[in-house]
């Protein structure tokens, strides 16, 4: 039974990628989104129990399974090598042979080949992991059916792509399970390249230049990760004699000898999860189709940076390399939040609030205490559900008023009502208690309380939090005087809407039985990092009270949507203008006697948190402290 739930969770979305891109009839390729979706969703709810295991994956074709992964790793990296040559991309070339040589040394010189071991390994902390895949990334590609087609009729394509964008949609979510799942390096690897390799090809999915420009900076950036990986394993393999990621934890406990391969794991760590200065990779990959986004900042891509992260927090705990990824991540929640202050494009604010939340898992892994794992474990659950709403939301928005701008959202509400409810929501799990978004923040400051650098710049990261997210919740909130318009959306865009909604609360509401029958579990004497009662979370020094907070949440909903259905009868009253100047409800004579248009707009205060303004030094602060890093490791 093992073995089968493994080979469809990592197998089937493989084979049913093959299946969309080979057969191009419609209903064939939404059954096979929509059959695998299931499928992956109940075989990660049967894992459930089972962990902690391990698995010896099976020869194929009579071929040890390492042989095999190895000889796909070789043709992947050569693949990226030849997208070098076309792309005329010497940055590419030059990292795609770099592993290739690195590899090749490591594998036909430096490693002694025997019997196949356990490469596959769960515990609770991979358990988690592959929840969060399977689940919400399945919704995300089932969201993607309706969407895609939309998108393609905008774009009046002569003949449909989307064989080959589910096909790389579905194989992302394979190749994450792979990732999370293995206990050998070599397997981590190869399904760390595949990641890359399909978000290069998915972002470049519209194939115009931007889309291509974009494409190409995740291809080179991404590669700079690949070769710390690749370099990290030569280093390590003399001292470990092994590639065991189990093994190599408990050696690496205490040995100054590996924490100059574990920074390099970590920077690989970094670029995959977009932290500064890599950032743009991911601001960029915003020109995708939104589905895309989703499953990027989500429940793939990124998420494997901070899962490496946390996965190795045991092998630095207590050394200077872990100060310093604490440092470093507080540094980059803290800006990456400024930055999105000045942004009024919506995607663009989801995604430096995605690098920004990023940074801050990484600052919990950084502090290496079970209080600071657990909120680590915590916001990659609660943002990945919340995120993934967001980004659905907004690519229906997008769709409906032909904008992706924060401005343009106004009394969206009165345009299509469900959808802006969800989004809604979405905003304030974000911003909120009791929601879990909040909770782990307020774990990560508790955590942090011993480190003064840490918790000052959680707090001032926190505080342009509140800002950004309050001002894009305020403007959706107009509610329309009247009665809304019908909100006719397909059901398959809805249901992933909706469930993705319900579990934004739910998860909040039962965040103290996750602790107790996941989290815990998953990090080192983490049943005493807090102590529950009653829906409580208690520490020595404070306590969040999510039951009592639900209940303070019920009731204020309630109080504000009987509030806004009585105002729908209200009448409606322009701004005044004096009838002296005013031309048209909407219009004043303004100076030089030409007419001005009113106009109600948020303040981004573009000229101190504008991208301009910022970006040169962020960048630049995060490279010395890349550089301290990468210095005291050695």
Not at 190 to 216: G, M, P, Q
Not at 546 to 558: D, K
């Amino acid at each position: 039974m093992l073995g089968t739930l493994l080979f469809l969770l990592i197998i089937l979305p493989f084979l049913a990628a093959l299946g969309c891109y080979l057969f191009r009839m419609a209903f064939l390729r939404s059954l096979l989104v929509v059959g695998s979706g299931v499928v992956l969703t109940v075989c990660s709810l049967a894992l459930i129990g089972l962990e902690p295991f391990e698995f010896k994956p099976p020869a194929l074709l009579w071929l040890n399974a390492d042989i095999v992964v190895s000889v796909l790793d070789f043709a992947l990296l050569f693949l990226i090598l030849y997208i070098g040559f076309r792309l005329k991309n010497n940055l590419i070339k030059f990292l795609a042979a770099l592993q290739i040589v690195v590899m090749a040394y490591l594998e036909l010189f430096m490693m002694e080949h025997g019997a196949s071991h356990a490469a596959i390994r769960c515990d609770t902390l991979s358990l988690v992991m592959v929840l969060i895949i399977s689940i919400i990334g399945s919704l995300i590609c089932i969201y993607g059916l309706p969407y895609m087609r939309k998108h393609e009729q905008h774009l009046n394509l002569p003949r449909s792509r989307q064989p080959r964008f589910f096909a790389f949609m579905l194989v992302l979510l394979g190749a994450m399970n792979g990732l999370v799942l293995s206990n050998d390096l070599l397997y981590f690897y190869f399904f760390f390249e595949i990641t890359t390799l399909c978000s290069f090809l998915l972002v470049r999915h519209d194939l115009t230049d931007i889309a291509k420009r974009n494409a190409e900076r995740i291809l080179w950036m991404n590669s700079v990760g690949g070769a710390c990986f690749a370099l990290a394993m030569m280093w390590m393999y003399p001292t470990t004699k092994t590639l065991e990621l189990s093994a190599i934890l408990q050696m690496a406990q205490g040995s100054n000898l590996m924490l100059w391969p574990l920074a390099l794991l970590i920077l690989a760590a970094f670029t995959k999860a977009a932290q500064t200065p890599f950032q743009s990779w991911l601001t960029g990959a915003m020109v995708a189709p939104t589905p895309v986004s989703a499953l990027l900042h989500s429940s793939t891509m990124v998420k494997a940076g901070v899962y490496l992260a946390v996965r190795l927090a045991p092998a630095y705990h207590g050394t200077f390399l872990s100060t310093a990824v604490a440092l470093f991540g507080a540094f980059v929640f803290m800006t990456t939040a400024a930055l999105a202050m000045g942004q009024s494009n919506a995607k663009k604010v989801l995604a430096y609030s995605t690098i920004s939340n990023l940074g801050l898992i990484f600052a919990c892994a950084g502090l290496n205490t079970s209080a600071a794992i657990t909120a680590a474990i915590l916001l990659i659950i609660f943002h990945a559900i919340s995120k993934a709403l967001m980004f659905m939301c907004v690519g229906t928005i997008e769709q409906k008023i032909h904008s992706r701008d924060i401005e343009d959202m106004r009394g969206i509400f009165g345009k299509m009502p469900l959808v802006a409810m969800f989004a809604f929501i979405g905003a304030l799990s974000m911003l909120l208690p009791p929601f879990g978004v909040l909770l782990s923040k307020w774990m990560a400051i508790e955590a942090a309380a011993n480190n003064i650098f840490v918790i000052a710049m959680v707090a001032v990261g926190s505080a342009f939090t509140v800002v950004f997210w309050t001002r894009w919740a305020g403007v959706m909130s107009n509610f329309p005087s009247g009665r809304p318009e019908p909100d006719h959306q397909p059901f398959l865009t809805i249901a992933p809407l909706g469930l993705m909604t319900i579990g934004a609360i739910g998860v909040s509401i039962f965040a103290p039985w996750i602790y107790s029958h996941f989290v815990s579990a998953a990090v080192p004497a983490g049943a005493d990092a807090y102590k529950i009662s009653a829906g409580v979370f208690t520490t020595l020094s404070g306590a969040f009270w999510v039951y009592p907070l639900v209940v303070l949440m019920a009731a204020a909903t309630f109080l504000a949507l009987r509030a806004a259905r009585k105002s729908r009868n209200d009448p409606h009253a322009s701004p005044y203008l004096s009838g002296l100047t005013a031309v048209g409800p909407k219009t004043f004579i303004g100076p030089m006697d030409k007419p001005v248009n009113i106009q109600a707009s948020n303040y981004y205060m573009l000229n101190v948190f504008g991208e301009e303004k910022l970006t040169m030094w962020v960048n630049m602060g995060a490279l010395i402290l890349l550089a301290i890093l990468l210095g005291g490791a050695l």
